[in-house]
């Protein structure tokens, strides 16, 4: 059993685990742990930058196993011979961890935004430098064919954003009845989600939406956040 533990505490830098298992994948090496503080890709979320001891690693959903396992960054040199049961020390990249939980729920945020205008969510992307949600568009609110309603739109999604971050909604997460777990803004939104949040919207800073436009159909809408001191 792994215990998905960069779900319990976002703001957690390292861990003593144990190794639960070892194999390769496409030849390269891999070992999981007991206590997983590793965020792998997913979720429109960038991976974790990772160590387990002092080598450099990347997490991966390794679908045999069904384990998130830490494979080296790097060349094989200096992997070291893991077994298991072993003690470990895995840690974080604690700066890139909290960027990219203020992205993902920047992006949550801005779906919610969106969701308050009768737009329903299409696809998103939460990495740095390509941050960005996309809408299927109302069929009864014809703003977004003209430059000047797409201004009106944008307008509307950056109140809504700016007025739950000044109230510091929480950001919880809880599993429902199904089995899924489902990360809430508050009262005003909740989806389901496997990625890391901050505690309370609060903590965005320099959340930013500079532009929305319209592809294929879809309304795209771009936007920077960063983690912040309160």
Not at 21 to 46: I, K, M, T
Not at 109 to 133: D, K, S, T, W
Not at 180 to 201: D, E, I
């Amino acid at each position: 059993m792994q215990v998905r533990t960069y779900l319990d505490d976002t703001y957690a830098e390292q861990v003593d685990a144990r190794v639960i298992a070892v194999g390769r994948r496409e030849g390269r090496p891999w070992a999981a742990v007991e206590h997983c503080l590793f965020h792998p890709q997913g979720g429109g979320q960038p991976a974790d930058r990772g160590w387990l001891e002092e080598v450099e690693v990347v997490p991966v959903r390794d679908e045999q196993s069904g384990l998130i396992v830490a494979v080296p960054a790097a060349a094989e040199a200096g992997w070291p011979v893991f077994a298991e049961g072993q003690p470990v020390r895995a840690r974080i990249d604690l700066g890139a961890r909290m960027a990219h939980a203020a992205l993902h729920t920047a992006g949550h945020l801005v779906e919610a935004a969106g969701r308050a205008q009768g737009c329903e969510l299409a696809g998103n992307n939460h990495f740095p430098g390509q941050a960005r949600i996309e809408f299927t568009a109302p069929q009864h609110d014809p703003r977004a064919a003209e430059p000047e309603g797409r201004e009106e739109v944008l307008t509307e999604l950056r109140k809504t954003v700016a007025a739950a971050i000044a109230e510091d909604l929480p950001v919880t997460a809880a599993v429902d009845e199904q089995g899924l777990r489902m990360v809430s803004l508050g009262a005003l939104h909740s989806a389901p989600c496997g990625g890391t949040h901050v505690r309370g919207l609060g903590d965005l800073h320099d959340v930013v939406l500079p532009s929305l436009k319209v592809k294929r159909g879809r309304i795209r809408v771009s936007y920077s956040a960063a983690h912040g001191e309160r």
